[in-house]
């Protein structure tokens, strides 16, 4: 039976570190020398069995792989055998490759995750070069001379680098380059040597600062693959280009036909606690007056309007204040907007709580969501401040912000520091590119502006102000956006018909091809074509103007020509007291469906102990809701009939709406000492809305569940697995705990639980571009505050190789598989055939600690 390994009360790396080895950190970090000594030798002794013939896929004669190892130089071993083709040095710490010219057959040359500043002029003599890798390194620039002398070049990952332009030679390669990855780097322009290519198949320009792609590119090239979000694009605009190469070739194939026009759109986000006055500010700036908001009228969910001055048009998203909303916020909160963060200074206490609850929660939401927002903060009710406190208030606001901002430039630092002092670094490159990418983002505050709103003349001021930052092109680079006239043509259409059909008012769902109808009615738009509609639906649900789900199956006819209707929707099971609203439906109402008394009894008894609502359950909840709120109409198309699901369940399921119950079960049973215990750490903290869809996401794989605000306990095959969120302030992480295994055999679905559930939260990971994940296993040694920090987790490499892990504080040894994803060796001997899950949130193969999950909505296709 597997024991914990007990303590050795004077191992020589107990003693050493006692007496201050010298090998220790300055965070009290200890080092293992056997492993390190093991390291150094490995590749002088071993490289020669890592030397594999005719095999790997791309079938090279001679293959070395000496990916890990710490190299600083390549082994003169390696240099001497100029039969090799394949040669593989990804992270290791070479800045420096003399002599691979000598290694004139190679073809395939990977550099990935070095230390290189200065290209490598060498590889100019490696002219059978087919398949080059030099992403994740340091370079600035690439020489003339090198890309002409490797004409068989196929394949070039140049990304993670600091690049800003391309040497004109590279347009050599144009009858060879298939592949080629420039993201993350520094490119203002496409460099014209790529327009050359015209074998070019994908090309990844994910994180430059592009602003305009030449016609030429999607005219002559035969892509099939073009990635090119995070750049400030204005032609095409970011959501056109978010639809992908079809939309793009569209829309260049819509401006060659007529002349562009500039649009001058600013998506606007007004957020905030309730009550602040953000339902004022947007009324009073659209009607050019005062408006006066009662308390009755506070605002559900989000509302959206259109506000037109100078050119510039404002899409006002109008955003309910109250918690119970919070958990959609991040479904609407989108990038490339500017941001009104009201703040009310009547409420406004000069305090730390008060910050955190008034300002700071927006701040770090956002800089979880959308990192490179501008936020104007706006301070309200001053007509009951004196001059001094306004002054004071803002003051203080001000630069409590400005420390948030600094607080999270020094974590950021703090965390590459660590990763880069990491005697292991090459086992954590991934981990650090995020972080520099991280770096790059910067959230924009603006001045805070106070205002009365009960007075036109600071609102006019208000307008001003916002006027003057939005034509500013430093702080809004791609506010203008250029579009075919077509597009703006059937916008205007589409309003037209929102505004002049009465029946439509009601819900402002329309069916695809009715849509389709009743636009080609339209001047202008009589040879409308159903496949640029759908190009320009697309665009204009990315601008946020009209709402169609077209990857939803249930609703890709459907569109949601005024968005508010699905706001009113959620509401009614996105609440509080939702127990009540259960227990409440009406009886005649359950007449009507079919249920029974004691049927509600059961739906409140399921949601209060499994968070789980039946179907039935839903449909007379929602009914309930509906009828009451008058708008029985609505009922049926969205709940849909008894033995078929309507919109709503679609909706629900796309959204990963999880209800939340009231009580956890005991089924846990407490906390043990032995458990399996990792923490997933967030810096700057757990985001509204996160830990609940990591549960429906889960949930998805693992049926069994009880779900509570902060914690759930799922089952696999009979095994607890205990989620559990802890958000304190610079302390906040996602715990997973699980019962040691009684047998070796069991790590292996404790720790395929365990990666599933992680692998789940890194693929939620891309939706919050300025959150930073750590995993971390706590030491095993009771009162022993060590932590183990897991490597990169990618798909090839198992997280490590090592048996034993020493504790650097404790000086303790453990077995691996207690602490990291790794699987007793015995396994090999019979091992167990890898399952497979297919789910409603995607794939997930299990059975070899490498847990894959993949999405299943991929937009870009
Ligand atoms: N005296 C004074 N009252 C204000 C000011 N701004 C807003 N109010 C009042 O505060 C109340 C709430 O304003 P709303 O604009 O509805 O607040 P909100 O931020 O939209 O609130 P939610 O919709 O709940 O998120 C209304 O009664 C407004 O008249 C101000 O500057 N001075
Ligand atoms: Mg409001
Ligand atoms: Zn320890």
């Known amino acids: 039976m597997l024991q914990d390994t007990p303590p050795h009360s004077a191992t020589e790396r107990g003693r050493a570190f006692l007496q201050g080895d010298p090998f220790s950190h300055r965070d009290g970090r200890g080092l293992d020398c056997s492993s390190r000594a093991k390291c150094q030798q490995v590749p002088l002794n071993l490289w020669n069995s890592w030397t594999k013939k005719n095999q790997g896929q791309e079938d090279y004669r001679n293959e070395v792989t000496l ?40 073809r395939k040359l990977v550099l990935s995750k070095n230390d290189i500043i200065d290209f490598p002029e060498e590889i100019r003599s490696l002219v059978h070069l087919e398949k080059l890798e030099l992403n994740q390194n340091q370079i600035r620039v690439i020489p003339e001379g090198v890309f002409s002398c490797l004409p068989k070049l196929r394949h070039l990952r140049l990304n993670n680098n600091r690049l800003d332009r391309l040497p004109k030679d590279l347009a050599v390669c144009c009858s060879s380059l298939q592949y080629l990855n420039l993201s993350n780097n520094l490119f203002l322009a496409i460099p014209l040597a790529v327009l050359e290519l015209k074998c070019l198949q994908e090309l990844y320009l994910y994180n430059n600062k592009l602003r305009q792609l030449p016609m030429k590119m999607f005219k002559e090239l035969p892509l099939k693959m073009f990635k090119v979000s995070g750049n400030p694009l204005r032609e095409p605009p970011y959501e056109v280009c978010a639809g992908g190469l079809r939309q793009i070739t569209s829309y260049f194939d819509q401006l060659q036909n007529s002349r562009a026009e500039e649009d001058r759109r600013v998506k606007t986000m007004f957020l905030g606690m309730s009550l602040a006055g953000k339902s004022t500010i947007c009324k009073s700036l659209k009607q050019r007056q005062i408006v006066q908001m009662s308390e009755e009228e506070r605002t559900v969910g989000i509302e959206i309007s259109e506000f037109q001055i100078q050119g510039f048009t404002f ?148 307008e001003g102000t916002i006027l003057k930052h939005v034509k500013n092109e430093a702080v809004f680079p791609n506010v203008i956006q250029v579009l075919p006239p077509i597009y703006k043509q059937v916008e205007a259409a589409i309003v037209n018909i929102v505004q002049k059909n009465e029946e439509l008012a009601e819900h402002g769902m329309m069916d695809l091809s009715l849509l389709h109808r009743e636009l080609s009615c339209q001047f202008h738009l009589t040879h409308l074509d159903v496949e640029l509609l759908r190009d320009i639906l697309r665009y204009l649900h990315r601008i946020g103007l009209i709402v169609w789900y077209e990857e939803v199956k249930q609703l890709e006819s459907t569109v949601f020509l005024c968005p508010d209707i699905l706001i009113t929707i959620f509401k009614t099971l996105v609440r509080y007291g939702l127990t009540q609203q259960l227990e409440s439906i009406a009886v005649d109402i359950l007449i009507a469906e079919h249920a029974t ?265």
């Open 67 to 106: 990916s890990r190892l710490r190299l600083r130089v390549v082994p003169p071993e390696v240099l001497q055998n100029n039969g090799i083709e394949s040669l593989n040095l990804d992270r290791n710490k070479l800045k420096q490759l003399p002599g691979i010219a000598k290694l004139c057959n190679l």
């Open 315 to 462: 899409l006002f998203w109008d955003f309910a204040g109250q918690l119970e909303y919070y958990m959609t916020h991040h479904m609407f909160i989108t990038p490339q907007a500017l941001v009104i963060l009201v703040i009310n200074f009547q409420q406004y206490q000069r305090s730390d709580d008060s910050f955190k609850e008034l300002v700071g929660f927006w701040i770090n939401n956002l800089f979880m969501r959308v990192p490179n927002s501008v936020v104007l903060p706006v301070g309200t009710h001053i007509d009951v401040c004196c001059e001094q406190e306004v002054k004071e208030k803002k003051e203080d606001i001000m630069s409590k912000i400005q420390d948030m901002l600094d607080e999270r430039k020094s974590t950021l630092a703090h965390l590459i520091a660590n990763l880069e002092d990491n005697e292991e670094s090459e086992f954590f490159v991934d981990q650090w590119n995020r972080l520099k990418e991280m770096e790059q983002c910067t959230l924009t505050v603006l001045d805070l502006v106070p205002v009365n709103c009960m007075d036109y003349e600071d609102i006019r001021t208000l």
């Open 597 to 861: 008394i004691r049927d509600r009894a059961n739906w409140v008894w399921a949601f209060k102990s499994k968070a789980m609502l039946c179907q039935k359950a839903m449909r007379a909840l929602l009914k309930h809701q509906l009828y009451l709120d008058g708008m029985r109409d609505v009922f049926e198309e969205m709940v849909g009939s008894r033995s078929q699901k309507g919109k709503l369940f679609s909706l629900l399921e796309h959204f990963e709406i999880c209800l939340e119950s009231e009580e956890v079960s005991k089924m846990w049973g407490g906390d043990h000492k032995e458990d399996l215990h990792i923490r997933v750490y967030f810096s700057p903290e757990i985001p509204e809305g996160f830990f609940k869809r990591l549960m429906v996401k889960a949930c998805s794989f693992f049926s069994t569940h009880w779900v509570a605000k902060a914690i759930c306990l799922l089952i696999c095959s009979g095994k607890p697995l205990l989620i559990k969120a802890n958000n304190q302030k610079g302390y906040s992480y996602i715990e997973l705990r699980c019962r040691k295994p009684a047998e070796r055999a069991g790590f292996q679905l404790v720790w395929d639980f365990v990666m599933t559930i992680i692998s789940i939260s890194n693929k939620l990971l891309e939706e919050w571009p300025g959150l930073h994940l750590c995993v971390k296993t706590p030491c095993r040694t009771a009162g022993c505050p060590a932590e183990f920090v897991w490597p990169d987790v990618d798909d090839k490499s198992t997280v490590t190789k090592e048996e034993i892990k020493t504790c650097g504080t404790c000086a303790f040894r453990f077995e691996t598989e207690l602490l990291l994803p790794k699987v007793p060796s015995e396994r090999s001997l019979a091992q167990a055939p890898a399952q497979y899950y297919v789910t409603s949130y995607g794939n997930a193969t299990f059975g070899s600690s490498t847990v894959h999950v993949e999405s299943q909505n991929i937009l870009d296709k």
